[in-house]
């Protein structure tokens, strides 16, 4: 069992930058890939960016470039650091954890969802 919670976001101008972070609970936290999604009001959940359990990377092409993701396995956290921000960013975003030896991208091979945190960004 995992547990997720996201925290770090806010409101920021556009072109500003954000890190949010994810603070796992549970023993096996190295075990999981951890991704990142994000939906934004009337639109669908969608993928943002993953660190596979090896360190591995794979962002979408929107965020590619401006978005890092990271993780501290001895801290069970992992980050988004988010530079360049653009008011199309705007959106909740989630954090989850996948049970996976690939580098998953979909929602359905994550098995635990953080709460959420709302990033706002403001042309």
């Known amino acids: 069992q995992v547990q997720l919670v996201d925290s770090g976001g806010g409101r920021v101008q556009a072109g500003g930058s954000l890190r949010l972070s994810c603070a796992a609970s549970?023993?096996?936290?190295?075990?999981?890939?951890m991704g990142w999604f994000r939906q934004a009001p009337g639109k669908e959940r969608e993928f943002v960016a993953v660190i596979s359990r090896n360190g591995v990377n794979t962002y979408a092409d929107s965020v590619r470039g401006r978005f890092t993701v990271s993780r501290d396995n001895a801290k069970k956290t992992v980050y988004l650091q988010m530079n360049l921000l653009k008011p199309e960013d705007t959106a909740v975003y989630y954090c989850?954890?996948?049970?996976?030896?690939?580098?998953?991208?979909?929602?359905?091979?994550?098995?635990?969802w953080g709460q959420g945190t709302q990033v706002t960004v403001s042309s």
């Open positions: 989850a954890a996948g049970l996976r030896r690939t580098i998953p991208t979909m929602i359905t091979e994550y098995d635990y």
């Open positions: 549970g023993r096996t936290f190295s075990d999981y890939a």
